[in-house]
């Protein structure tokens, strides 16, 4: 087991880990912004170094300044968390030429999966089922024609896009060329690579991942699926587990496909596979993510797992623990992400100082923050910053909890998205669970916003 590990990442995740780390016994370090310096995870963890100024370019994303960090520190492994350097294959590769311990899998597999276009071939080579599409596009005209032999609509795609960027539906052939370039500027400004590729688009799928795991000892698993259809803008707002969707032999077809993409490429530590589903429960590949996910939180509580302390243990190099590989679901859970957004105008950012903040509790509630009283949120990163985890017997009484503990959160200073996840709760259609991606999209336009 390792002696220090350095956190590469702020904010919950950080905090997760750091937590992870002082169970198992191992020392931590923080690493911060100047933003950061009164963050939770500065706090709790053992050691804590500055690495840089606000932006995430002065800090978080910045490999020379973390491995320095590591060296001084004396710390023998890193965990990337997620976003930031975490599917970062040159990152991974510092960190073993410093021979200190990247906890995620190797630079070759992050390079071959995080690549949208290799991982879509790969998938493909292995029996995964894929949309209609295209390699790599020298051009936005041979996008076009190609487009045009695919059949409209189609999904531009940029092989090193995330989080929703780099990513442009395209429904009418006078509308591709700008559309085509608005994804491939976009992925350059964000990845450093505007390379794009086509897939023909799927209307209204359910946008489901499966969580998978490997170890270096041969071991391949799947912890079963989150439904992460509740998003805005590929963003994803609620998820749950396991999906309203899928049947027990869809459930079991795309988890044997998971495994079997997993086992091919020798996948070792924590990563999810998402698919698109469509009405007819056809399912098709989407991409895969090399690292833990924001999510994760709804697996652990339904497979009765601890997922960072298992990619700790898996980075050491030990096996997956008897309890994980035998991991059976029991109940339901759903977790709602808690931005400080002003869902009613626009969804604009709202950093600033939090007056007061009471979380939720009770029995199924986990909160996961960073957040307090008196903590200032700031400008300069993403806005999520609580997730509320609800879980229950059924779906019914996780529905329930939920509703019950998104009335319990008090907080002022700063808007959040609450009031609005509250009307989708609430929502007949989130209820019986028919809602798809496009759901969030159609009900703010119902309502004017």
């Keep these: 087991m390792f002696s220090k590990v350095l956190v590469a990442n702020r904010g919950e995740i950080a905090l ?3 937590r992870a780390c002082r169970e198992l016994g191992v020392a931590s370090v ?30 978080y994303l910045k490999p020379d300044r973390i491995l320095a960090a590591a060296e001084i520190t004396e710390a023998d492994a890193i965990h990337p968390g997620y976003g930031f350097l975490s599917e970062n294959p040159r990152f991974a590769e510092i960190c073993a030429s410093c021979n200190v311990k990247f906890i995620g899998p190797s630079a070759d597999v992050i390079r071959q999966m995080g690549d949208k276009d290799t991982a879509r071939n790969t998938a493909l080579a292995n029996g995964v089922p894929v949309t209609p599409g295209t390699g790599l596009l020298a051009t936005p005209e041979e996008g076009l024609a190609a487009a045009k032999k695919i059949g409209f609509p189609v999904m531009v795609k940029a092989t090193a896009g995330g989080g929703g960027r780099g990513m442009r539906p395209v429904f009418k052939e006078e509308e591709f060329i700008s559309q085509f370039q608005a994804a491939s500027n976009e992925a350059v400004a964000c990845f450093g690579n505007g390379a794009c590729y086509l897939e023909k688009l799927v209307l209204n799928p359910h946008h489901v991942e499966f969580q998978v795991m490997g170890d270096s000892h041969g071991n391949y698993i799947h912890l079963g699926e989150r439904d992460c259809s509740m998003q805005r803008r590929n963003q994803k707002i609620i998820e749950e587990c396991p999906s309203p969707l899928l049947t027990p032999k869809l459930r079991e077809k795309m988890g ?18 998402e698919y698109l589903v469509d009405e007819d ?6 991409e895969m993510n090399t690292r833990i996910q924001v999510e994760h939180p709804v697996t652990e509580e339904v497979m009765g797992c601890e997922l960072i302390k298992e990619q700790i243990r898996i980075a050491a190099g030990e096996a997956l623990s008897d309890h994980v590989r035998n991991a059976e679901p029991r109940g339901h859970s759903i977790e709602c992400r808690i931005n400080a957004e002003d869902p009613y105008n626009a969804f604009r950012p709202s950093p600033g100082t939090i007056d007061l903040w009471y979380a939720p509790g009770g029995k199924g509630v986990r ?22 985890i609800v879980t229950g017997a059924s779906r019914t009484v996780a529905i329930a909890r939920m509703k019950r503990a998104l009335g319990e959160f008090m907080i002022s200073g700063i808007k959040t998205t609450i009031p609005f996840q509250q009307e989708i709760i609430d929502h007949p259609d989130f209820i019986k669970g ?3 991606i496009g759901w969030v999209g159609r009900f703010l336009e119902e309502k004017g916003l």
Aim: hydrophobic share 40%; charged share 20%; proline share 2%.
């Design 281 to 286: 429960e056809n399912f098709y590949f989407m």
């Design 256 to 273: 044997k496909a998971s495994v079997d993409l997993i086992s091919a490429i020798g996948y070792e530590n924590a990563g999810t596979i």
């Design 16 to 18: 997760r880990i750091i």
């Design 367 to 388: 909160v996961d923050t960073h957040v307090y009283s008196g903590y200032t949120v700031p400008p300069h990163y993403d806005s999520m910053i609580a997730k509320l």
């Design 30 to 59: 923080a690493v911060y912004s100047e933003a950061d310096v009164d963050s939770m995870h500065v706090q709790l963890a053992d050691e804590a170094v500055c690495i840089g100024g606000a932006s995430s370019k002065d800090s």
């Design 434 to 436: 028919t809602y798809d």
